[in-house]
């Protein structure tokens, strides 16, 4: 466990509870690009994961 895992673990957990309020996540996370909250947003709803396994099924 390491303090940017805190910290990601926590905007992670205010976009999921606030339901994905990126200007709230943004100033909680101090971020001066809010399309960096986008990473976060993006794992929040596990795309990779989902358009990984959606590829994955197509070569079954």
Known sequence: MSPHQIRHSAITSYLNSSDGD??????????????????????????????????GGMLD
């Open 22 to 55: 990126t200007r709230g996540a943004q100033a909680l996370s101090r971020h001066a690009d809010a399309r960096t909250l986008s990473i976060y947003d993006s794992n929040r709803h596990q795309r990779q994961k989902h358009v990984s396994n959606t590829l």
